[in-house]
């Protein structure tokens, strides 16, 4: 047996091992959640949910609520996005190694605590509403869209860009006219769909007073009016789906 099929084997070993250790971990009633009297239970909260809430009153609410977390998701993206890029460059070794281990390691802290923990902190500082929730994913997302501009940059061929610095152009012209067009429909996939990704994760900042759909949520769900509850997530879907829609429009219009 060769040296490349052990190493093979011994990985699969390794995931093996770890997968199984992973499932010992999990805890709770397996044989009731597939049981009759939980899918009662279950159908029976469900229910509650329907009909939908309505009026005038109500629906002016949500469609404010729909405004600050589309605004609070755009905006901490945007933020992210040019907090990222900046970020990218030492991530991607351009300034240097020391720098490079630096920046990742900043990038791995920033995106390893959740949003709900940033969320919690900023509105220490700057009271409840969408400008805390805002602020909180922008924190998070500048270390996820960060590494991924970074893993980006590295792949990105550094011909043209030497040929520049060669020819007498300097290092943010060699970069703006040569590496940058490369990457910007693949930097520009990455926002989209962070985008989408915070537009959900605006609903959890909702339970530390952030704002939005996510505080509506939480607030019904408090008092068990499931029916307002349902009309929230309602919203939200048709935000994330009009969001896809428009997103995807632009991706195609990219590649074009």
Not at 89 to 94: M, V
Not at 182 to 195: E, G, K, N
């Amino acid at each position: 047996m060769t040296g490349l099929n052990l190493r093979a084997l011994a990985a699969l070993g390794a995931f093996l091992a770890f997968l199984a250790a992973c499932i010992a971990t999990l805890t709770g009633d397996t044989a009731g959640l597939f049981s009759r009297e939980a899918a009662v239970r279950m159908f029976d909260f469900a229910r509650g949910f329907w009909p939908p809430a309505g009026g005038t009153a109500f629906l002016q609410k949500l469609a404010l609520g729909s405004l600050e977390t589309l605004a609070m998701s755009w905006l901490g993206t945007l933020l992210a996005a040019a907090a990222g890029l900046v970020m990218a460059l030492p991530a991607a070794g351009r300034w240097g190694i020391v720098a490079k281990g630096a920046s990742r390691l900043l990038l791995n802290g920033l995106r390893a605590v959740p949003e709900l923990v940033w969320a919690a902190l900023v509105v220490i500082a700057a009271g409840l509403g969408p400008f805390s929730g805002t602020l909180a994913l922008a924190i998070h997302t500048t270390g996820v869209l960060g590494r991924l501009f970074a893993e980006a940059l590295e792949n990105v061929p550094a011909d043209p860009y030497l040929g520049l610095r060669r020819n007498g152009a300097g290092v943010v012209a060699a970069f703006w006219y040569s590496t940058f067009p490369q990457v910007l429909p693949q930097l520009a996939s990455y926002i989209l769909y962070r985008w989408e990704i915070n537009i959900r994760a605006a609903a959890v900042l909702g339970v530390v007073g952030a704002g939005g759909l996510g505080q509506m949520l939480y607030f019904h769900l408090s008092l068990f009016q499931l029916q307002d509850a349902a009309s929230v997530l309602l919203a939200m879907v048709l935000l994330v789906s009009l969001v896809d829609a428009a997103s995807n429009r632009v991706r195609i219009s990219m590649t074009r």
